[in-house]
């Protein structure tokens, strides 16, 4: 079995992304690692090459400028890196996702066991999403809880988006026109979670990183401060950080936020709020998943 790993990035350092601790925390379980650099001016590239790592695939890219609509440029990087991968699996790390090093034997395990499995398309992910320091997650159904993080690299698969895939089908004909359609892959759970800290960083990223990111994607979707959210969405991280990760939080993360005491709920967070009791009574799941998830 072979696994391969992929990523893609620019301006990394620019933008406060744990990205080396990111690649460092899967190279254990990955034969490969494949990473689409984009042009950047801060270094990111010489990061990368004095990681002076074996398995450290670098390709370098150039960012379609010309696509500002719904992360589209994001999933085109993705889908370079991953048209370079070799291995039976294909693992998708983001710069600011991390795997603690007690997990990895377990994800070896799962994609070992389902390796010549045709049932199982893709491993899903459970989530950590740390909001505003390290002791804190974003536990909202407005999150996405479960993700697609690895999928059988030898599917016809596209990205929407840079977080997840759809599988293309086969040509079907109705009447005279020709249709290709998609649907989500059939994923099995892993029961390990992946760490995401890109809500985490020290607070002087977060303006330049929503100048940066929101431009891509036609709207605003990343604020330039933590404290304007709904405290009802968030909730304690009680567990330990995995080790990679410890010395980039405590001189990078950001350690310490106070939540906007004249904060308004939105429609938005009023109805999450709904669907949380919901969740909590009936043991049900109001989150997205782009996945079909077979048990």
Known sequence: ?????????????????????????????????????????????????????????????????NVRTHGFVYAQQKMIAQYS???????YLEGDEVLHEND???IRDVLKKQL??????????????FWGDP??????SKMYRKATRVIRNNLRVIAPDGLYWAVIKDKTWLGKRNKRRTRYPRAADSGVRIYHYGDVRAENYLATKADTVN????????????????????????????????????????????LNPDYQPSFSDRKHRMLGKLE????????????????
């Not at 010549?116 to 999403?129: L, Q, S, T, V």
């Not at 002791?135 to 909202?140: A, E, F, I, N, V």
């Open 1 to 65: 079995m072979k696994i391969s790993c992929f990523s893609f990035i620019r301006d990394g350092i620019r933008l406060g992304y744990p990205f080396e601790e990111s690649i460092r925390s899967a190279l254990p379980i990955c034969d490969e690692f494949v990473v689409a650099v984009g042009e950047s001016a801060d270094g990111t590239l010489e990061r990368l090459h004095a990681m002076n790592e074996p398995k450290v695939r670098i390709i370098p890219t150039r960012w379609n400028e």
């Open 116 to 129: 010549n499995n045709p049932g199982i398309e893709a491993i899903a992910f459970d989530y950590y999403h």
């Open 280 to 295: 909590k009574r009936f043991g049900w799941d109001f989150s997205k998943r782009h996945f079909k998830l077979i048990t």
């Open 215 to 258: 431009q891509y994607w036609g709207k605003t979707l990343w604020h330039s401060t933590y404290s304007n959210i709904d405290p009802m969405a968030l909730g304690r991280f009680e567990g330990t950080h995995p080790a990679v990760i410890r010395d980039w939080l405590e001189h990078h993360a950001s350690h310490e936020f106070s």
């Open 104 to 106: 990895l034997e377990r």
């Open 135 to 140: 002791q804190h997650l974003r536990t909202t």
């Open 85 to 91: 991968c070799t291995g039976d699996w294909a693992f």
